[in-house]
Protein backbone atom coordinates (compact mmCIF):
# COMPACT_ATOMS: atom_id res chain seq x y z
CA UNK A 1 0.00 0.00 0.00
CA UNK A 2 1.29 3.73 -0.65
CA UNK A 3 2.64 5.37 2.35
CA UNK A 4 -0.10 8.68 1.56
CA UNK A 5 -2.62 5.95 1.15
CA UNK A 6 -1.06 3.86 4.59
CA UNK A 7 -1.27 7.03 6.45
CA UNK A 8 -5.18 7.86 5.84
CA UNK A 9 -6.30 4.56 6.63
CA UNK A 10 -4.11 4.79 10.28
CA UNK A 11 -6.22 7.87 11.14
CA UNK A 12 -9.19 5.61 10.73
CA UNK A 13 -8.30 3.40 13.69
CA UNK A 14 -9.92 2.99 16.91
CA UNK A 15 -7.14 4.43 19.72
CA UNK A 16 -6.10 3.51 21.93
CA UNK A 17 -2.87 3.09 19.68
CA UNK A 18 1.07 3.51 20.70
CA UNK A 19 2.97 6.00 18.54
CA UNK A 20 6.38 5.83 18.62
CA UNK A 21 8.46 7.85 16.34
CA UNK A 22 12.42 6.56 17.03
CA UNK A 23 15.80 8.06 15.90
CA UNK A 24 17.80 4.97 14.54
CA UNK A 25 20.36 6.24 12.60
CA UNK A 26 22.87 3.68 12.53
CA UNK A 27 25.56 6.22 11.95
CA UNK A 28 24.86 8.03 15.53
CA UNK A 29 27.37 6.99 18.04
CA UNK A 30 24.59 6.41 20.63
CA UNK A 31 22.71 3.74 17.83
CA UNK A 32 26.23 2.01 18.62
CA UNK A 33 26.24 1.26 22.19
CA UNK A 34 24.24 -2.15 23.45
CA UNK A 35 21.63 -1.23 24.55
CA UNK A 36 21.19 1.02 21.54
CA UNK A 37 20.37 4.59 22.32
CA UNK A 38 16.98 4.57 20.73
CA UNK A 39 15.72 1.41 23.01
CA UNK A 40 17.03 2.97 26.09
CA UNK A 41 15.20 6.21 25.24
CA UNK A 42 12.18 4.37 24.26
CA UNK A 43 12.69 2.80 27.75
CA UNK A 44 12.88 6.28 29.70
CA UNK A 45 10.27 8.05 27.82
CA UNK A 46 7.86 4.85 28.64
CA UNK A 47 8.50 5.18 31.72
CA UNK A 48 7.81 9.18 31.98
CA UNK A 49 4.43 8.54 29.87
CA UNK A 50 3.23 5.67 32.30
CA UNK A 51 3.20 7.93 35.23
CA UNK A 52 0.68 10.08 33.14
CA UNK A 53 -1.64 7.75 32.76
CA UNK A 54 -4.47 6.50 34.43
CA UNK A 55 -4.78 3.47 35.87
CA UNK A 56 -6.91 1.76 33.90
CA UNK A 57 -4.73 2.42 30.74
CA UNK A 58 -1.52 1.37 32.25
CA UNK A 59 -2.05 -2.03 31.30
CA UNK A 60 -2.68 -1.98 27.83
CA UNK A 61 -0.08 0.90 27.24
CA UNK A 62 2.75 -1.48 28.69
CA UNK A 63 1.61 -4.20 26.61
CA UNK A 64 2.00 -2.18 23.12
CA UNK A 65 5.12 -0.68 25.22
CA UNK A 66 6.29 -4.11 25.50
CA UNK A 67 6.03 -5.69 21.87
CA UNK A 68 7.71 -2.44 20.30
CA UNK A 69 10.59 -2.88 22.40
CA UNK A 70 10.72 -6.60 21.76
CA UNK A 71 10.98 -5.80 17.15
CA UNK A 72 13.50 -3.16 18.08
CA UNK A 73 15.64 -5.79 20.09
CA UNK A 74 15.07 -8.51 17.32
CA UNK A 75 17.09 -7.15 14.45
CA UNK A 76 18.87 -3.65 13.63
CA UNK A 77 16.33 -1.83 11.72
CA UNK A 78 16.94 0.05 8.50
CA UNK A 79 16.94 3.79 7.53
CA UNK A 80 17.70 6.31 9.38
CA UNK A 81 13.97 6.47 11.63
CA UNK A 82 10.85 4.42 12.43
CA UNK A 83 8.04 5.40 13.17
CA UNK A 84 5.63 2.60 14.77
CA UNK A 85 1.51 2.26 14.96
CA UNK A 86 1.32 -0.21 17.56
CA UNK A 87 -2.44 -1.28 19.01
CA UNK A 88 -5.62 -4.39 19.34
CA UNK A 89 -6.02 -3.53 15.99
CA UNK A 90 -3.07 -2.16 13.86
CA UNK A 91 0.66 -3.12 13.56
CA UNK A 92 2.46 -0.62 11.40
CA UNK A 93 5.99 0.06 10.88
CA UNK A 94 7.16 2.89 8.65
CA UNK A 95 10.87 3.12 7.68
CA UNK A 96 11.95 6.73 7.03
CA UNK A 97 15.34 8.06 5.19
CA UNK A 98 14.79 11.32 6.97
CA UNK A 99 15.23 12.90 10.45
CA UNK A 100 12.42 12.80 12.90
CA UNK A 101 11.68 14.31 16.52
CA UNK A 102 11.44 10.90 18.93
CA UNK A 103 7.89 11.02 20.13
CA UNK A 104 5.73 8.59 22.25
CA UNK A 105 2.29 8.84 22.48
CA UNK A 106 -0.74 7.05 23.40
CA UNK A 107 -3.99 7.59 22.53
CA UNK A 108 -5.34 8.43 19.05
CA UNK A 109 -2.61 7.73 16.64
CA UNK A 110 -0.14 10.90 16.42
CA UNK A 111 0.39 11.43 12.84
CA UNK A 112 0.87 15.57 13.20
CA UNK A 113 4.80 14.63 12.68
CA UNK A 114 4.02 12.36 9.90
CA UNK A 115 2.09 15.13 8.37
CA UNK A 116 4.78 18.06 8.35
CA UNK A 117 7.01 15.50 7.04
CA UNK A 118 5.04 14.46 4.25
CA UNK A 119 4.68 18.27 3.80
CA UNK A 120 8.65 19.46 4.16
CA UNK A 121 9.40 15.86 1.84
CA UNK A 122 7.31 16.11 -0.97
CA UNK A 123 7.53 14.70 -4.11
CA UNK A 124 10.08 17.43 -5.84
CA UNK A 125 11.68 16.86 -9.37
CA UNK A 126 14.42 17.87 -11.42
CA UNK A 127 14.62 17.14 -15.38
CA UNK A 128 18.24 17.58 -16.79
CA UNK A 129 18.35 18.20 -20.27
CA UNK A 130 21.27 17.64 -22.40
CA UNK A 131 22.21 16.92 -25.97
CA UNK A 132 21.04 13.05 -25.91
CA UNK A 133 17.94 13.71 -24.39
CA UNK A 134 15.80 14.23 -20.64
CA UNK A 135 16.64 12.30 -17.01
CA UNK A 136 13.40 12.47 -14.79
CA UNK A 137 15.04 12.01 -10.77
CA UNK A 138 12.05 12.26 -8.45
CA UNK A 139 13.42 12.97 -4.65
CA UNK A 140 11.30 12.24 -2.25
CA UNK A 141 11.39 11.08 1.68
CA UNK A 142 15.14 11.49 1.40
CA UNK A 143 15.38 8.45 -2.01
CA UNK A 144 16.26 9.32 -5.30
CA UNK A 145 14.50 7.80 -8.18
CA UNK A 146 15.25 8.22 -11.46
CA UNK A 147 12.54 7.30 -13.76
CA UNK A 148 13.14 6.63 -17.85
CA UNK A 149 15.10 8.60 -19.69
CA UNK A 150 13.27 10.54 -22.76
CA UNK A 151 15.75 10.20 -25.54
CA UNK A 152 16.84 12.32 -28.17
CA UNK A 153 16.68 11.16 -31.42
CA UNK A 154 17.15 12.31 -35.36
CA UNK A 155 16.67 11.25 -38.86
CA UNK A 156 18.65 12.82 -41.66
CA UNK A 157 18.82 9.64 -43.67
CA UNK A 158 16.17 11.01 -45.95
CA UNK A 159 18.68 14.24 -47.12
CA UNK A 160 22.20 13.97 -47.97
CA UNK A 161 24.80 13.56 -45.16
CA UNK A 162 26.81 16.18 -44.39
CA UNK A 163 30.04 14.79 -44.68
CA UNK A 164 28.97 13.39 -48.21
CA UNK A 165 28.39 16.77 -49.30
CA UNK A 166 31.37 17.23 -51.77
CA UNK A 167 33.05 20.45 -53.02
CA UNK A 168 32.46 21.05 -56.65
CA UNK A 169 36.25 21.59 -57.27
CA UNK A 170 38.54 18.93 -57.00
CA UNK A 171 41.26 20.20 -54.48
CA UNK A 172 39.24 23.31 -52.94
CA UNK A 173 37.62 22.54 -49.43
CA UNK A 174 33.70 23.17 -49.38
CA UNK A 175 32.68 24.49 -46.05
CA UNK A 176 28.81 25.71 -46.72
CA UNK A 177 26.35 24.92 -48.84
CA UNK A 178 22.75 23.88 -49.09
CA UNK A 179 23.01 20.31 -48.58
CA UNK A 180 24.26 21.35 -44.87
CA UNK A 181 22.12 24.24 -44.33
CA UNK A 182 19.08 21.72 -45.03
CA UNK A 183 20.14 19.41 -42.46
CA UNK A 184 21.28 22.15 -40.14
CA UNK A 185 17.76 23.11 -40.22
CA UNK A 186 16.17 19.66 -40.16
CA UNK A 187 18.19 19.04 -36.98
CA UNK A 188 17.37 21.89 -35.23
CA UNK A 189 13.73 21.12 -36.11
CA UNK A 190 13.27 17.85 -35.01
CA UNK A 191 15.40 19.47 -31.80
CA UNK A 192 12.64 21.90 -31.29
CA UNK A 193 10.02 18.95 -31.68
CA UNK A 194 12.27 17.18 -29.06
CA UNK A 195 11.63 19.80 -26.57
CA UNK A 196 7.71 20.23 -27.11
CA UNK A 197 7.57 16.42 -26.56
CA UNK A 198 9.51 16.98 -23.39
CA UNK A 199 6.93 19.82 -22.39
CA UNK A 200 4.07 17.07 -22.29
CA UNK A 201 6.08 14.55 -20.64
CA UNK A 202 7.08 16.69 -17.39
CA UNK A 203 3.62 17.96 -17.39
CA UNK A 204 2.18 14.19 -17.37
CA UNK A 205 5.21 13.04 -15.30
CA UNK A 206 4.80 16.04 -12.71
CA UNK A 207 0.88 15.43 -12.32
CA UNK A 208 1.15 11.31 -12.02
CA UNK A 209 3.65 11.56 -9.56
CA UNK A 210 2.48 14.79 -7.49
CA UNK A 211 5.58 16.47 -7.72
CA UNK A 212 6.39 20.09 -7.21
CA UNK A 213 8.55 22.15 -7.17
CA UNK A 214 10.81 20.71 -10.55
CA UNK A 215 14.24 22.19 -11.39
CA UNK A 216 14.31 21.88 -15.00
CA UNK A 217 18.29 21.94 -15.73
CA UNK A 218 20.52 22.37 -19.17
CA UNK A 219 20.99 25.20 -21.84
CA UNK A 220 19.18 28.27 -20.88
CA UNK A 221 17.24 29.26 -23.96
CA UNK A 222 16.05 25.15 -24.09
CA UNK A 223 15.11 25.30 -20.63
CA UNK A 224 13.10 28.30 -21.27
CA UNK A 225 11.53 27.22 -24.46
CA UNK A 226 10.53 23.97 -22.02
CA UNK A 227 8.74 26.44 -19.54
CA UNK A 228 6.71 28.57 -22.07
CA UNK A 229 5.35 24.91 -23.65
CA UNK A 230 4.07 23.52 -20.20
CA UNK A 231 0.59 24.52 -18.61
CA UNK A 232 0.01 27.72 -16.48
CA UNK A 233 -0.56 26.39 -13.38
CA UNK A 234 2.76 24.46 -13.72
CA UNK A 235 5.15 26.89 -14.77
CA UNK A 236 4.78 28.73 -11.00
CA UNK A 237 6.49 25.41 -9.70
CA UNK A 238 9.83 25.65 -11.71
CA UNK A 239 13.00 26.88 -11.10
CA UNK A 240 15.15 27.09 -13.84
CA UNK A 241 18.80 26.47 -13.35
CA UNK A 242 21.09 27.17 -17.06
CA UNK A 243 23.70 24.46 -16.15
CA UNK A 244 25.30 21.39 -17.92
CA UNK A 245 24.89 18.57 -15.96
CA UNK A 246 26.26 15.68 -18.30
CA UNK A 247 25.75 12.10 -17.28
CA UNK A 248 26.00 13.01 -13.34
CA UNK A 249 24.88 10.26 -11.23
CA UNK A 250 21.23 10.69 -9.29
CA UNK A 251 22.85 10.85 -6.11
CA UNK A 252 25.01 14.19 -7.30
CA UNK A 253 21.65 15.27 -8.69
CA UNK A 254 20.49 15.37 -5.48
CA UNK A 255 23.18 16.92 -3.38
CA UNK A 256 23.33 19.88 -5.91
CA UNK A 257 19.87 20.78 -6.62
CA UNK A 258 18.66 20.50 -2.62
CA UNK A 259 19.68 23.60 -1.87
CA UNK A 260 17.74 25.33 -5.09
CA UNK A 261 14.50 23.59 -3.85
CA UNK A 262 14.61 24.11 -0.36
CA UNK A 263 15.02 28.04 -1.02
CA UNK A 264 12.17 27.55 -3.65
CA UNK A 265 9.98 25.58 -0.56
CA UNK A 266 10.94 28.70 2.00
CA UNK A 267 10.13 31.47 -0.60
CA UNK A 268 6.79 29.41 -1.70
CA UNK A 269 5.66 28.69 1.95
CA UNK A 270 6.54 32.91 2.84
CA UNK A 271 3.80 33.45 -0.20
CA UNK A 272 1.64 31.64 0.60
CA UNK A 273 1.53 33.09 4.51
CA UNK A 274 1.48 36.66 2.82
CA UNK A 275 -2.08 35.26 0.62
CA UNK A 276 -3.50 34.20 4.28
CA UNK A 277 -2.93 37.36 5.84
CA UNK A 278 -3.87 39.51 2.91
CA UNK A 279 -6.98 37.46 2.22
CA UNK A 280 -8.52 37.73 5.78
CA UNK A 281 -9.85 40.79 5.04
CA UNK A 282 -11.30 40.00 1.84
CA UNK A 283 -12.88 37.28 3.45
CA UNK A 284 -11.07 34.75 1.49
CA UNK A 285 -9.08 33.29 4.49
CA UNK A 286 -9.49 32.79 8.15
CA UNK A 287 -6.64 33.04 10.82
CA UNK A 288 -6.82 31.75 14.47
CA UNK A 289 -7.70 28.50 16.72
CA UNK A 290 -11.17 29.78 16.77
CA UNK A 291 -12.41 30.75 13.78
CA UNK A 292 -10.43 28.21 11.53
CA UNK A 293 -11.56 24.97 13.54
CA UNK A 294 -15.16 26.15 13.26
CA UNK A 295 -14.72 27.10 9.54
CA UNK A 296 -13.12 23.44 9.22
CA UNK A 297 -16.00 22.13 10.79
CA UNK A 298 -18.55 23.37 8.81
CA UNK A 299 -16.68 21.77 5.74
CA UNK A 300 -15.81 25.32 4.84
CA UNK A 301 -12.42 25.45 4.37
CA UNK A 302 -10.19 23.86 1.14
CA UNK A 303 -6.99 24.49 2.64
CA UNK A 304 -5.46 24.17 6.12
CA UNK A 305 -2.28 26.35 6.55
CA UNK A 306 -0.38 25.05 10.15
CA UNK A 307 2.85 26.80 11.25
CA UNK A 308 5.61 23.61 11.97
CA UNK A 309 5.83 23.51 15.93
CA UNK A 310 1.82 24.44 16.51
CA UNK A 311 1.10 22.94 19.68
CA UNK A 312 -1.88 23.58 22.27
CA UNK A 313 -5.02 21.87 22.93
CA UNK A 314 -9.02 21.96 22.39
CA UNK A 315 -11.83 20.14 23.77
CA UNK A 316 -14.00 18.06 22.28
CA UNK A 317 -17.65 16.79 22.93
CA UNK A 318 -17.73 13.14 23.94
CA UNK A 319 -21.53 12.95 22.15
CA UNK A 320 -21.82 15.37 19.06
CA UNK A 321 -17.63 15.63 18.27
CA UNK A 322 -18.09 18.79 18.24
CA UNK A 323 -14.49 20.69 18.61
CA UNK A 324 -13.61 24.23 20.06
CA UNK A 325 -11.22 25.87 22.47
CA UNK A 326 -13.34 26.49 24.88
CA UNK A 327 -12.32 25.87 28.76
CA UNK A 328 -15.99 25.03 29.53
CA UNK A 329 -16.60 21.44 30.83
CA UNK A 330 -19.83 20.98 28.87
CA UNK A 331 -20.89 21.10 25.20
CA UNK A 332 -21.93 24.47 24.34
CA UNK A 333 -24.73 22.39 21.33
CA UNK A 334 -25.69 19.58 23.39
CA UNK A 335 -24.54 19.63 26.97
CA UNK A 336 -22.23 16.93 27.20
CA UNK A 337 -19.25 16.53 28.86
CA UNK A 338 -15.99 17.21 26.81
CA UNK A 339 -12.22 16.15 26.70
CA UNK A 340 -9.33 17.84 26.45
CA UNK A 341 -7.42 16.43 22.97
CA UNK A 342 -3.67 17.61 21.78
CA UNK A 343 -3.86 19.90 18.33
CA UNK A 344 -1.47 17.25 17.01
CA UNK A 345 -3.54 14.50 16.62
CA UNK A 346 -6.84 16.29 16.02
CA UNK A 347 -5.64 18.75 13.28
CA UNK A 348 -4.81 15.47 10.75
CA UNK A 349 -8.23 13.61 12.07
CA UNK A 350 -10.55 16.92 11.37
CA UNK A 351 -8.41 17.22 7.60
CA UNK A 352 -9.10 13.61 6.99
CA UNK A 353 -12.05 13.66 7.36
CA UNK A 354 -13.21 16.90 5.70
CA UNK A 355 -10.69 16.03 2.95
CA UNK A 356 -8.75 19.13 3.09
CA UNK A 357 -5.26 19.63 2.39
CA UNK A 358 -2.89 20.52 5.42
CA UNK A 359 0.34 22.69 4.03
CA UNK A 360 2.89 23.25 6.90
CA UNK A 361 5.26 26.32 7.07
CA UNK A 362 8.69 26.97 8.57
CA UNK A 363 11.20 29.44 8.70
CA UNK A 364 10.55 32.88 8.43
CA UNK A 365 6.73 31.68 7.20
CA UNK A 366 6.34 29.59 10.02
CA UNK A 367 7.22 32.63 13.04
CA UNK A 368 5.00 34.74 11.00
CA UNK A 369 2.04 32.77 10.94
CA UNK A 370 2.57 31.40 15.14
CA UNK A 371 2.22 35.21 15.74
CA UNK A 372 -1.10 34.92 14.98
CA UNK A 373 -2.35 31.92 16.38
CA UNK A 374 0.00 29.17 14.16
CA UNK A 375 -3.08 28.38 12.48
CA UNK A 376 -5.42 29.57 8.93
CA UNK A 377 -7.33 28.46 6.07
CA UNK A 378 -8.43 29.36 2.32
CA UNK A 379 -12.40 29.19 2.56
CA UNK A 380 -14.13 27.07 -0.34
CA UNK A 381 -16.13 30.13 -1.70
CA UNK A 382 -12.66 31.74 -2.84
CA UNK A 383 -11.62 31.66 -6.03
CA UNK A 384 -7.69 32.66 -5.46
CA UNK A 385 -5.46 29.03 -5.70
CA UNK A 386 -2.72 28.11 -3.92
CA UNK A 387 0.54 28.58 -6.44
CA UNK A 388 0.95 25.30 -6.03
CA UNK A 389 -2.43 23.88 -6.12
CA UNK A 390 -3.35 20.16 -4.71
CA UNK A 391 -0.71 18.29 -6.93
CA UNK A 392 1.41 17.70 -3.53
CA UNK A 393 0.81 14.68 -0.79
CA UNK A 394 -2.56 16.03 0.57
CA UNK A 395 -2.24 15.75 4.22
CA UNK A 396 -6.05 14.91 4.47
CA UNK A 397 -4.87 11.54 2.63
CA UNK A 398 -1.48 11.38 5.07
CA UNK A 399 -3.29 11.47 8.09
Not at 186 to 211: C, M, N, P, T, Y
Request: hydrophobic share 35%; proline share 7%; charged share 25%.
Amino acid sequence: MPLVSKIAALAQVPPPILTAYLDVNPSYSRNQSTPRGYIRWLKSAGQSLDRELPPDSQKPFRRELKRIDRFLKSGRPRGQSLVIFAGPQVWEVIPLQVEVSEELHWGNPSLHQMAWILDEHRPRGAVVIDGVGARFFRFWLGVVDESPSYTFSFDVSSGRKPHLVGPSTPGVSKRHGTDRDRISARVASQRQRFLKQSSRHIAEWAKDAGISPIVLVGNAQEIDFITNNLPADLRTQVVSLPKALPQVASTDVSKRLKPILDHWEREYEVQVVEEVIAGRGSGQTVIGLKDTLDRLQKNQLRELVVARGLSGSAQQCSSCGWIDESSESACAICGSERQTRTLRTLLPELASRYSVPIEVVAGKAGTTLLAKGGIAGRLRSAKKQSARKSNMPILSAAS
